[in-house]
């Protein structure tokens, strides 16, 4: 399997630490895509640096290159997601304006009709936002926001972050152990 990983500047970079570390212990191959702003917030936010997060994915894409492999339809993956998904790019990706490899990677799964998972991350949500969402949710790009269950009782933040990673491997169809899971 081979995955497409953006990372934006919305406040949450941490579920993408997480994501990608689970997705290299199950053997996907990922191409690791960060915005400027995404590094700047990984550094503000978190323990990691930039070089970790790269050293997680198979392969890392400047987000100026519009030449990497992931902005052709040709280069074939299984699908792309982007966590946390700033309302910039969301918006970019909305309009088809393709500015950057995370937005004219994106605009290229949409258009091959692969999976898109998008993690979008603001609040409160303006009718924009709302309307971004509503756009692409109606052609099939699948909205993950990053909203914690209380359900299963976390008692960390690690918990929450887990949960989320569970949603985000669920929607590919990656079998995983990761989330506490409502059983009933
Ligand atoms: C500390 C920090 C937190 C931010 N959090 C958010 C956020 O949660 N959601 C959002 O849409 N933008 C957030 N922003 C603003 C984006 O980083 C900004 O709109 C940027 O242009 C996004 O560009 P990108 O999508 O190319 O990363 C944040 C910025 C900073 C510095």
């Known amino acids: 399997m081979e995955i497409v990983v953006g ?3 919305a406040t949450g970079s941490i579920y993408a630490v ?4 689970a997705l290299k212990e199950k053997g996907v191959y990922t191409h690791l895509i960060m915005s400027y702003w995404a590094r700047e917030n990984l550094i503000v936010e978190s323990k990691y640096s930039p070089d970790y997060l790269e050293s997680l994915a198979a392969e890392v894409h400047d987000n100026k290159n519009l030449g990497a492999r992931t902005s052709s339809g040709s280069y074939v ?3 792309m997601v982007i966590v946390p ?3 910039k790019t969301l918006s970019s990706i909305a309009n088809g304006y393709c500015e950057n490899l995370i937005s004219r990677s994106a605009d290229v799964t949409i258009k091959e009709g692969r999976k898109l998972v998008i993690c979008p991350r603001e609040t409160p949500l303006n009718v924009i936002h709302l309307e971004n969402m509503l756009r692409l949710a109606r052609i099939g790009v699948r ?3 990053p909203m914690p269950a ?3 009782h976390p008692s960390s933040i690690e918990d929450i972050i887990s949960h989320h990673v569970m949603k985000l491997l669920d ?3 990656i079998s995983n152990a990761n989330g506490n899971r409502w059983n009933g």
Do not use: A, H, K
Not at 18 to 21: F, G, N, Y
């Open 85 to 87: 998904c700033s309302m």
């Open 143 to 145: 909205i993950v926001p």
């Open 171 to 173: 929607q590919f169809g």
């Open 150 to 152: 209380f359900y299963n």
């Open 7 to 9: 990372i934006t500047g």
């Open 77 to 79: 993956t299984d699908g």
């Open 18 to 21: 997480r994501l990608l570390e």
